[in-house]
């Protein structure tokens, strides 16, 4: 195996990892041998006291992710969609009012999730692509109605948009503060700042490939006591099967308390995975996970300080850059699809656009978990070095071929 690679210069136990192109998308992304190795063990039994104790510790390490000491988590099969199903079917009635923040593509479907378990919503959008809902706005809309819950989407993984939750939720608690607070950290779980208790946010939810640093699969979701409380007292049943806290609550219930209890299969190794990233996470505690939000944003300055070097503006504003991800406009003249595929040549993986008007005039870059805490894996370095060459060879093919039509 080649070791020119500096994607493959880092050492390992057992050998190196495969050699394969660099996840540099808004996940999945890049993982460490620990957790490599944890997913290629034999299964366990998924009642096994074995696995009760890594299940135990996956919950109990989730919520001090997010800031939380006495929330309840759920970690169950499925993407980090499966948080909103379990929002909508746990917590909406048919005719609940919600307010949803739209900073993207994900505000979108999250709305449109919660209108299909009968809730009645209110879209307050960003002035712009790129721009945070006002908290004017935000204000003005919750004291002129009463809203169930409202949901932030922290980092809209569309656009790169980091909403200040801190001052949202501020101002929830002062205008409406029986509204319930919904936060969609699927893309900011573990590379931005979050506390759950003290800011006072009910629902966390978000899943594992991200900035967690696990392999996709897991959604992971945080309920407040408020929150359950809510549930438990619901008139109406619940409105789903899969989804229902009803079939779940039992069960996270149960495995927090170090027992196992049943009703769908775990999937035994995806949360050992999971357990050996969270512990890599959470290894020195809050002052480590701190560092790590500050690492990603260490790397994300230089990332955008080299593409600013390239003529590529970041699309969201300043003030409203996610730390795990960066979304940035192409050169005039360059198309995403294009830049894509001499990326991919290279070795790394970037993402296209996602907002449909707008898809082929950015890209988005992730850069999370091990990528930005391993600097002896040379990811980022890669990264950065990819994306410099690329953009300069389009440009002068671009270039050479205008010259080449005048002449």
């Known amino acids: 195996m080649s070791t020119k690679n500096p994607r493959l210069s880092f050492s390992r136990a057992q050998g190196r990892q495969p050699e394969h192109k660099i996840l540099a998308i808004p996940g999945p992304v890049e993982v460490s041998n620990n957790v490599l190795e944890a997913l290629a063990q034999?299964?366990?039994?998924?009642?096994?006291?074995?696995?009760t104790r890594i299940f135990q510790e996956a919950l109990s390490l989730s919520r001090k992710v997010v800031g939380s000491q006495n929330g309840q988590p759920f970690v169950i099969a499925g993407s980090g969609t499966l948080g909103w199903d379990q929002v909508g079917a746990n917590l909406i009635e048919r005719g609940d009012k919600v307010l949803v923040l739209n900073t993207g593509y994900f505000g979108d479907g999250f709305k449109d999730c919660l209108t299909s378990y009968g809730a009645v919503a209110t879209i307050l959008m960003a002035p712009s692509p790129g721009e945070t809902v006002p908290l004017a706005a935000i204000e003005s809309t919750l004291a002129g109605q009463k809203y169930k819950l409202i949901t932030i989407t922290h980092v809209d993984t569309s656009t790169g948009v980091l909403s200040d939750v801190h001052d949202i939720t501020k101002v929830v608690r002062r205008v409406s503060p029986s509204t319930l607070i919904i936060l969609d950290a699927v893309c900011s779980a573990g590379c931005e700042d979050i506390k759950m208790d003290a800011w006072g946010l009910d629902i966390v939810l978000t899943a594992?490939?991200?900035?967690i640093g696990a392999l996709p699969g897991l959604s992971i979701l945080i309920a407040s006591p408020r929150a359950i409380q809510t549930y438990s007292s619901r008139i109406t049943p619940v409105q789903g099967y899969y989804a229902s806290w009803k079939k779940w609550l039992p069960i996270m219930e149960a495995y927090v308390a170090g027992k196992a209890a049943y009703f769908g299969t775990q999937p035994v190794n995806l949360v050992r995975a999971l357990t050996e990233a969270l512990k890599e996470l959470m290894k020195d505690g809050e002052e480590g996970l701190a560092k790590r939000i500050e690492a990603h944003r260490k790397v994300a300055r230089r990332l955008r300080a080299v593409a600013?070097?390239?003529?590529?503006?970041?699309?969201?504003?300043?003030g409203a850059e996610a730390?795990?991800?960066?979304?940035?406009?192409?050169?005039?003249?360059?198309?995403?699809?294009?830049?894509?595929?001499?990326?991919?040549a290279k070795g790394v993986v970037f993402a296209g656009g996602l907002l449909a008007d707008v898809k082929d005039r950015y890209i988005r870059i992730g850069h999370m978990g091990v990528s930005v805490t391993d600097e002896a894996r040379g990811d980022t370095n890669r990264i950065t070095d990819v994306l410099y060459s690329v953009i300069n060879e389009l440009l002068?093919?671009?270039r050479m071929d205008r010259a080449t039509t005048e002449i």
């Open 42 to 51: 034999p299964p366990l039994s998924h009642v096994s006291p074995d696995f």
């Open 208 to 211: 594992s490939q991200k900035a």
């Open 308 to 318: 600013a070097q390239l003529g590529m503006k970041s699309l969201a504003t300043q």
């Open 323 to 344: 730390a795990g991800l960066t979304a940035i406009w192409v050169p005039e003249g360059l198309t995403a699809s294009e830049i894509l595929q001499k990326a991919g």
């Open 396 to 398: 002068a093919e671009k």
